[in-house]
């Protein structure tokens, strides 16, 4: 059994499914080169959580103080992530998001280690707030690059996908 297929309307079949994916990779690129205000509070999160280390709380002051912070991050994870127009399936995230995720917290809790062993060694006055405005100096400096290129390479791989289905198609069973 054969069906006539028509050219033209293949064609515009196969744009009306494409342009939409593509408007999705749009918008997963604009959201990770702009709008850095997420990244900001972060940051003065962050500032304040590891000033607020060099107040030699009592150790449940210490948990009370921790549990604030991670409940802080995750209300603001929260609420950015519901306020992004388009998700991505996890099957869309790369090693390159983990990579950047682990190398962010790596270099981030090496910052925070190693700047506050030289403010405590040399006696610097103030020593958890030059470990916190280094901590989150670095992390601002690696966020937004990182970002961007966690992402690129989504679009790239997508159209690999493609070719690669319309390969096996050509094939047949």
């Excluded at 990182?146 to 791989?157: D, F, G, I, Y």
Aim: aromatic share 8%.
């Amino acid at each position: 059994m054969t069906t006539s297929v028509d050219a033209e309307r293949a064609w515009q079949d196969l744009q009306r499914i494409r342009v939409p994916q593509e408007r999705v990779y749009d918008e997963v690129e604009r959201c990770a080169h702009g709008d850095p205000k997420a990244t900001y509070v972060t940051a003065v999160i962050m500032w304040v959580f590891l000033a607020g280390m060099g107040l030699k709380l009592p150790p449940w002051g210490l948990w009370v103080t921790l549990a604030a912070y991670v409940g802080t991050l995750s209300t603001l994870a929260v609420v950015y992530s519901r306020r992004t127009r388009m998700r991505l399936h996890r099957s869309r995230y790369s090693w390159r998001s983990c990579a950047t995720f682990i190398a962010g917290g790596c270099l981030t809790g090496g910052t925070i280690l190693l700047s506050d062993h030289l403010a405590e060694s040399l006696a610097l006055p103030g020593p958890s707030l030059i470990t916190a405005t280094a901590s989150v100096t670095v992390f601002l400096l690696f966020t937004g690059p990182a970002n961007r290129w966690a992402v690129s390479p989504l679009r790239e791989r997508a159209l690999r996908g493609q070719a690669t289905q319309a390969v096996h198609e050509e094939a047949g069973p």
